[in-house]
């Protein structure tokens, strides 16, 4: 393979643990990692964090779910420490993801009317996004939770504008922002410095593929503005950059532009591999026979 890239050979040996710093402004997901070997250090490991505090309540999801097996985690907005110790022999089921639920806000937001209902679908103590349900009711969305799982129904008008720091939440900053081109609701997402890191650069990526698609975008280094206005194009031909998250927020648009082509199709087999099955049930017309 190429240098710098998988396949990779890695020779272990014995980590002791104890103290380190750690630079969480552009990702939670290196201090996930280190949490999650901590308990198998002989020391455990102390972490204390630098820079900007981004996606926070994913490094709490962490938190919760190692302390469902066991592991005595403390934690707080400047690092965590976690001693050696042993996981539990236990099962913990997974919860049905609201980060995924997100684009099917968008799908509905973009919709005339409608409703879905998403079996086993909980309100979640551990989940971050389930923030969602406050985001998507500023478009028109009101969330209905019952017993067997939530329903999500199109009943209101979306706010004249909208202005919000999504820090916290980068995974809903795409189906959100692009639920926003495409309903023509003016207005800005910040916070999300941490969006250029991700499997694509996303502020440039889905910036670009909305202007491509005639919305008028601008960017800065750590927020996406959309003003009024769209431009229709002849075609609509967009890239997700193979990027999962981008592909699934593009696609709903077709609901506003039409006939619509995007690229990278095969992206969401990393985190939604059902994504174009479900989308046809609901009557999307997808072919992916050019992928």
């Known amino acids: 393979g190429e240098i710098g890239f998988p396949p990779l050979l890695i020779n272990g040996k014995p980590i002791k643990g104890g103290k380190a710093l750690l630079d969480v402004s552009h990702s939670s997901q290196y201090a996930s990692a280190l949490m ?3 308990p198998m250090l002989q020391k455990g490991l102390e972490v204390k964090f630098t820079g900007k505090r981004v996606s926070m309540p994913y490094l709490q999801m962490t938190a919760s779910l190692m302390r469902m097996a066991g592991i005595p985690v ?3 907005n400047n690092g965590f420490n976690i001693p050696y110790s042993s996981f539990l022999n236990t099962r913990i089921d997974g919860e049905k993801d609201w980060s995924s639920a997100a ?3 968008e799908a509905l937001a973009l919709a005339q009317r409608g409703e879905i209902f998403f079996p086993g679908l909980k309100i979640s103590d551990i989940q971050g996004d389930r923030f969602c349900m406050d985001l998507f009711c500023k478009l028109g969305i009101n969330t209905v939770v019952k017993p067997e799982g939530v329903l999500i129904c199109k009943e209101g008008r979306p706010k004249e504008t909208v202005d919000e720091v999504l ?3 980068p995974d809903l900053v795409l189906p959100f922002f692009s639920a926003m081109a495409g309903l023509q609701v003016p ?7 941490h969006l ?3 499997e694509s650069d996303r502020l440039q990526t889905l910036s670009e593929e909305l202007i491509r698609a005639g919305f008028n975008i601008f960017i800065t280094e750590d927020a996406l503005i959309l ?3 769209r431009v229709n194009q002849d075609k609509y031909i967009l890239d997700a950059h193979d990027d999962h998250r981008i592909f699934m927020g593009l696609l709903p648009l077709c609901q506003v532009l039409g006939k619509i082509r995007v690229s990278g199709a095969s992206s969401v087999k990393k985190s939604y591999p059902d994504f174009i099955s479900q989308i046809r049930d609901l009557g999307f017309t997808v072919d992916i026979s050019g992928e």
Do not use: V
Not at 187 to 193: F, H, K, L, S, V
């Open 74 to 76: 403390s934690m707080d």
């Open 196 to 198: 250029h890191y991700k």
């Open 167 to 169: 820090t916290d939440y």
């Open 36 to 38: 999650l070997i901590a």
């Open 103 to 105: 684009f099917w806000y």
């Open 227 to 229: 003003n009024k206005g």
């Open 187 to 193: 207005g800005r997402i910040q916070g999300i410095t």
